[in-house]
């Protein structure tokens, strides 16, 4: 069942940095409630593509309209609004290291709060519960007065995604959200996304290089590679072999064996 | 195994001619050095004439002597305690304010704040905070000895002259610095905040200022130990406080009486700079060094430090010392501004709108001759001079008190010991780094201009006494600060090298120097540029240079020629900040 107006609709865009081509001539459109894993080799252009559906980075050619809006033109504060309905999650986390997780957590309101209450919150913490319980679903409720430079890697994600809770928006991007760590975390990561997706209808846009989580964890497959769109279709359809030839070393300087 | 067509550049791996660390550029840049020190060498009369006056050393005995018994009378100790306390206040007004002031400032200074508020106007960002780093570097470069006298000059006697002419140079000072701490920040988080949809305001607010805080923090308690420095010596001017009691007794020969004067800059000093310096230590700070060079951090630092950090156990007493200390800081502010008495409104006094409009009708420059022309340029070769000497010195002697006074290498549980090892009662390390810390604190606690006032005793006048007084206050202060370098070294490289047997030396070489040696060269170049603003100073109290003909204008009321004499220093300075910006850059 596809719905009538999709969330993300790219029309042709493409993206230069300088001389180099990031992105060419993509054009996809992401409905709500949809699960994307998002493939391809480093350097394909998958950052970029999510960079383009967050408004963060207007094409060089063609539009990105994200709910309705063609960002590059829209007003700031109206991209403001839409963005905040967009969750960002990062392989780095990019959280505010020296602050404690339940400001980390609280920053996921500061799209909707005034600056005087954003400000009174870092002296004096307002809404604990609901970060607290969204602490808690992520499976780090212990640590709310935790600072946030002294938790683990693993526990530094779980943070940034209590922050997505917190936020509660329509669409989750994850930009290479399990990269950096070990495969158990990955899964139990993975497994949270996948929760969230299906209790509350978010949609996804996953990359990340794990054929085995794009099969387990989504319902499509999208794969770029030197900027292009190599392969859109249902998990279902995506073969061992496409995948194979997408990551394949072609190019690459020839292997020599020596023994 | 597999290599990737690696095989072809077996061939290149054949032997190969030593290549010099030396760049051409950093050849350059050192033979223009030695150049510059020997002009400044031969400007000084080195090898020309006696340098040394031998007539003077019994007094400078006397004065020697006298240290070890200083005036101790009950009326004059209480007259020194409270220009003690006059001198701290001062410092706590000025730092006060040129923070308050300076965050303000560095903000509006900051690329990061242009960039976050007005994303869509990129193109007009930069020349924003272009013209507001331009304008904040026409107060940076007047000395706040040149600005006293300004302000003495307009407000008379009064405790404000000392507590503005701290504020208005040092504001600047500060808005540059925090400006590069908050650009130097890692702006991630507060992207990432931004692309959700924060309003800007609120994720400046939340995502980089948090970041930036320990750094600024760290940065504003070492500017109060320069705010004490600056109190001390704008007393001398005639401020009041420990400066100008200091200077009184040596006018009048009383040795005695200024040798307590000493010990009480001494001690006020050494518990400034102690209490700061541990207070930095135990908030978990960066040392200062690494915000001035504007070196990246090193990410495997960072996690070696998030690693240990976790393990760490938070010492209970640890957290009262320093919310004891910020409260402290939060009652002395008003106390210091309260007991001052400072009277605002004689800034907007009618007498002071008169004699400012005095100075200003008077203030406007004559034709300049050629004589004039080319006694500017002998000065000006002089101020330089001056400031080279003084550079070499603070700088060479800087490094060999980085290792005297650094706790963590001799002592035992130091470098040079294996970890784990504690042997107690090395008397001889401890009082190795007791003295040499206690020579770096009485080089710095003593105002530069007492300095140059000792130094004639045994030296003719001239820029060599002016050049050493420099050298020698700025050593303690460089010495302090590379000392802290060296301790904040990561250990492990330095441990490896221990471990497969380097010796003591041997480490330092290839251990220490090549990891601290940049920093080391790029501090001594920041030191050179306040070294040039110094010279004026000691240049009030007669060792020559562009100093001394700003000295001798301002008292016979020459303000047409004042206008001219600073012009060329502050072109000067701007000179010499360009040509330190480019050495450290080649150093890096």
Redesign the interface.
Known sequence: MRHPSPLFELKQVSCRFNQVAALSQISLRIYPGERIALVGPSGAGKSTLLSLL???LAPSQGQVWVMGQNLAQAR?TS??????????V?Q?H??????AVI?NVN??H??Y???WK??WS?VWPLQVDQAAAALAQVGIADKLYART????GGQQQRVALARVLV?N?AVILADEPIASVDPERSRDIMDLLRHLSDTTGKTLVISLHEVDFARSHCDRVIGLREGKLRFDCPVSAASDSLFRDLYALSG???????? | ???????ATAKDISPRSPRSIFSTERLIWLLLTTAAIAGSLFLAGYGQRSLINWGGWPQFWQFVQASLHPELDPVFLRLMGKATLITLAYAVCGTGLSLSLGLLAGILASAVWWRTLW??WANLAQPAWLTVRAALSIPRAIHELIWGLFFLSILGLDPLVAVLAIAVPFSAIVAKVFSEILDETPS??L?????????P???F???LL??A??NLLSYSFYRFECSLRSAAVLGVIGAGGLGYQILLSLQSLRYEELWTGFYALILLNGAVDTWSGLLRRKMGFTSRLDLSTGQPRNPAAQAIA?DS??SRVEHPSTAYWVRFSLAGIACAIPLCFWSLRLDWTHLWSDRTGMLLRDILTQAQPGIVTIEQVRSLADLTAQTLAMSVLAMVMAGLGGVVFSFLAAQTFWLPGGILYPIGQHQRGSVGAWSLLGTSRLVLLVSRAVPTPIWALVFLYILFPGILPGAIALGLHNLGILGRLMAEVNENLEDEPVRSLRSLGASGLQTILYGFLPQNLPRFTAYSLYRWEVCLRETVIVGLVGAGGLGRLIAEQLSSFDYGGLVVTLSVFIGLTFVADLISAAMRRAVR
């Open positions: 967050n408004g963060t700031a991209r403001r609004r839409v963005q905040r309905q967009i969750g960002m990062y780095q990019h959280l505010i290291r020296n602050l400001h920053a996921g500061l799209g709060w005034p600056l954003a400000a870092l430079d002294r938790l683990s936020q928006p690459e300087p020839q292997a020599v064996e020596l023994r | 195994m597999r290599f990737l067509g690696q095989s994303p869509r991630e988080p992207q990432a905040l931004v692309n959700t949809g924060t309003p305001l609120s994720a607010l939340y995502g948090p970041q805080l320990p998030r950090a976790s």
